[in-house]
């Protein structure tokens, strides 16, 4: 571990220890083990979120938002489009990355296959698919064999998304929901301008209208929209963060909660409850809500003994 990660590792635990003598007992850290293990998954998530600040940092190719070119990264497409100044772009890449995801072994082939439009000369841009979005329905239900000949897989957590039009809610549904919920506010930007208006520029309360207002994106529940608003507001496209955990129906994050303050996972406290205990929680570590989020659903899969997730 790198003395800066070593550094905010022995904040975190200072805190921790604080907040369980001053404000909430964490019953899942007494086992010394537990305690090492979530202060390496917090670190960890750190980590995984500030690389997007890092990746912004960096001079990119522009091979990464070719479709055609093996090399290309959707996130690193968006950094580069929303650089040149276009936010459409860049959000619908963030989108297609969320829903795609990123499998561990076939990478990002099955976004790069979609938004290549399986190398038949066009691109799958935010102006095509804006357009006509029905045509999108028509494209992906013609080609369905072809993608199920590729055999590329969507991300873990998308992983029970289909190409298949015979499916519900099958990816051509959902990437014409998507256009539908943006073009009904006028674009991207008027979308955030709005949210951020109307929350008189809070970014935690224009955070939660967004989140709300995604209802209307199919198959993209709380998982999704959280990871997307993220996005957005990682990459810098609009100032917008979360003010909660967003518990909702989530299932890791609410068992590694859960773990932390009982010490068991499998409580019984109302979501509501436990999303008011980490916000309190995060005003003593202040790493913020995505970071719990995510370090709290690793760890409560081996809270004794640290295992590393990309």
């Not at 001053?22 to 670190?43: A, D, F, H, W, Y």
């Not at 082939?109 to 029905?134: C, Q, V």
């Not at 959902?174 to 930007?189: A, D, M």
């Not at 068991?264 to 790493?287: C, F, I, M, P, Q």
Request: charge should be positive.
């Amino acid at each position: 571990m790198r003395e800066r990660d070593k550094q905010l590792g022995r904040r975190i635990e200072q805190s921790l220890y604080y907040h369980n003598k001053e404000s909430r007992e964490l019953l899942g850290i007494v086992p010394p083990e537990n305690m090492k293990t979530l202060i390496e998954q917090i670190v960890d998530s750190v980590r995984r979120i500030k690389y997007i600040d890092v990746l912004r940092q960096r001079r990119l190719s522009h091979s990464r938002k070719d479709a055609s070119d093996s090399n290309f990264d959707p996130l690193r497409a968006a950094i580069l489009h929303y650089n040149a100044g276009d936010i459409d772009e860049a959000c619908w890449l963030i989108f297609l990355s969320i829903h795609f995801g990123k499998h561990h072994i076939t990478k990002w082939n099955l976004i790069r296959s979609f938004y290549n439009a399986l190398g038949e000369g066009f691109t799958w841009n935010w102006a095509r698919a804006k357009f006509n979005p029905d045509d999108i329905i028509d494209w992906t239900g013609k080609n369905y064999p072809k993608f199920k000949a590729l055999n590329y897989k969507f991300g873990n957590h998308r992983k029970y998304e289909s190409m298949n039009p015979a499916s519900r809610g099958y990816t051509g549904v959902v990437l014409k929901s998507y256009v539908e919920w943006v073009q009904q506010k006028g674009g991207h930007q008027a979308l955030f301008d709005q949210a951020l208006k109307n929350s008189g520029n809070n970014p935690k309360v224009a955070f939660s209208l967004l989140y709300k207002s995604m209802d209307a994106v199919t198959r993209f529940g709380r998982t999704g929209k959280f990871d997307y608003l993220t996005m957005v507001a990682k990459i810098g496209i609009a100032p917008i963060k979360p003010g909660s955990a967003y518990m909702g129906s989530a299932t890791g994050p609410y068992a590694g909660a859960m773990l932390l303050f009982s010490g068991k996972s499998d409580g019984n406290e109302s979501r509501a409850v436990v999303d008011t205990w980490l916000t309190e929680l995060d005003k003593d570590l202040e790493v913020g809500m995505q970071v719990l989020e995510d370090a709290l659903c690793n760890w409560q899969k081996s809270p004794g003994k640290y295992i590393r997730f990309r």
